[in-house]
């Protein structure tokens, strides 16, 4: 009940200022705020903990609106004992190739459309190194340091429906479920199995693969919610091709063959 009242008071705050960030960005329509690449924990904790404490996000750019930037710096202060990685469509490439086989680079490199690489990259970047993905327009609800018991080995987002969704992934490193949804991927790839974001590298993949195995979840309501603080003026406002959504209606997710 106090999660769910202290999310309410969140998404009218939230709100809020996304209303006053229109009147903001009408009077400043080029300002934008700078997302660091790197942040340390604002206070560092001692306790050991299977999942790093260590925040990644990723976006097309790290210069953003004023309410994607009040998204980041509330998400920082409701996780003050974890670090923050942030990554641009530029530095997630150069990640994927320093980090990972030649197999997984390749595939990488086959897909078009922004979204996926990023449902792509954020699987493998925790599947090797650990810690919490969260989507750029996402944001916490209570602390995740509370959210998050110091023995878990990782928290999958159940949302309405029941499915799994990939907007929220918190896992140790080389978590076996997390290793089964990198190799469905890579096959989706290799197979062309699908032209759509979300059943190629995005939930559908998490859902197909882990619906017969106990993961650990948390509801997303209690958890994490997404599209308070910004939305998809905010969050495309200098990405004319807009929303993976309407992206993959212009070009195809993979490259042709050749």
């Known amino acids: 009940m106090i999660k769910r009242t202290v999310r309410s008071l969140i998404k009218i705050l ?88 030649a197999d997984v680079v390749e595939a990488y490199r086959q897909i078009q459309i922004g979204a996926a690489q990023a449902d792509f990259w954020r699987v493998f970047c925790l599947h090797r190194f650990g810690g919490v993905y969260m989507d750029i327009d996402a944001h916490l609800v209570w602390p995740l340091a509370y959210l998050i018991n110091a023995k878990q080995s990782e928290v999958f987002l159940r949302i309405k429906t029941g499915e799994l969704s990939n907007y929220f992934i918190a896992s140790q490193p080389n978590n076996p479920h997390l290793e089964k949804v990198c190799k469905q991927i890579l096959a989706n790839i290799e197979r062309r199995s699908t032209e759509n974001v979300y059943d190629l590298t995005g939930p559908g993949v998490f859902t197909m693969v882990l619906r017969d195995h106990n993961v650990q979840t948390a509801y997303y309501l209690t958890t994490v919610n997404q599209g308070n603080f910004t939305n998809e003026f905010f969050q495309y406002i200098d990405k004319p091709q807009g929303k993976w959504t309407k992206e993959q209606q212009k070009i195809s997710v993979l490259k042709p063959r050749t």
């Not at 903001?24 to 924990?41: N, V």
């Open 14 to 101: 939230a709100n809020a200022l996304k209303m006053l960030s229109y009147g903001f960005h009408a009077i400043c329509p080029s300002k934008r705020f700078l997302i660091p690449a790197s942040a340390p924990p604002l206070s560092p904790s001692r306790r050991a903990s299977l999942i790093p404490r260590v925040i990644w996000q990723t976006n097309y750019t790290d210069r953003v609106t004023l309410p994607v930037y009040l998204n980041y710096l509330f998400n920082r202060l409701m996780a003050p004992q974890y670090g923050h990685m942030f990554f641009t469509t530029a530095t997630r490439q150069d990640f994927i190739e320093q980090y990972f086989d």
